[in-house]
């Protein structure tokens, strides 16, 4: 299935918070038709409650996204930021990282977002691929870095 596309990928982002991180990625999925209007706020309430952050290997990074009820259709979005954004850790309410790598999540099926999370595990235990993303100033050497998402 296919879940990753340039348009999708948001470089050199102007964000200085996690929450116009996730509102930056948002509007780019409801101007793609990924979401309904309701989806944005959906996921920064979310990220309140349930934090997102997760500390990769070398590289911080964070996965917001929320449950099924405003998507249209899945996808996979990056937003990488011009200065790292502070995300809390998932499990935590005040530990706080320094996100170099943002991967919002756009998932339609339950059982989709399961694989989606064991694949996405993979990617945040390999350093050299998350540097590769971070450095990369080039969307298609991004989205063949999260190929395995689609699996």
């Not at 990753?4 to 050199?12: A, G, H, K, P, Y």
């Not at 991180?21 to 309140?48: D, H």
């Not at 706080?96 to 064991?118: A, F, G, H, S």
């Amino acid at each position: 299935m296919k879940l990753l596309d340039e348009e999708l990928v948001i470089l050199d982002a102007d964000v200085r918070t996690a929450e116009e991180c996730i509102r930056l990625a948002g509007e780019t999925f409801l101007q793609k038709g990924y979401v309904k209007e309701p989806y944005i706020q959906a996921v920064v309430e979310r990220e309140k409650v349930y934090p997102t952050g997760l500390s990769g290997k070398g590289i911080a990074i964070a996965i917001p996204h929320t449950n099924s009820t405003y998507v249209n259709k899945p996808a996979v979005g990056v937003v990488i930021p011009k200065q790292p954004v502070q995300f809390c850790t998932m499990g935590t309410k005040e530990q706080w990282l320094d996100c170099e790598v943002i991967i919002p999540l756009v998932i339609k099926d339950p059982d989709m977002q399961i694989n989606m999370l064991r694949q996405m595990m993979k990617i945040i235990q390999n350093g050299e691929l998350l540097k590769k993303i971070r450095d990369s100033k080039d969307k298609k050497t991004i989205l063949e870095c999260l190929r395995s998402l689609e699996g």
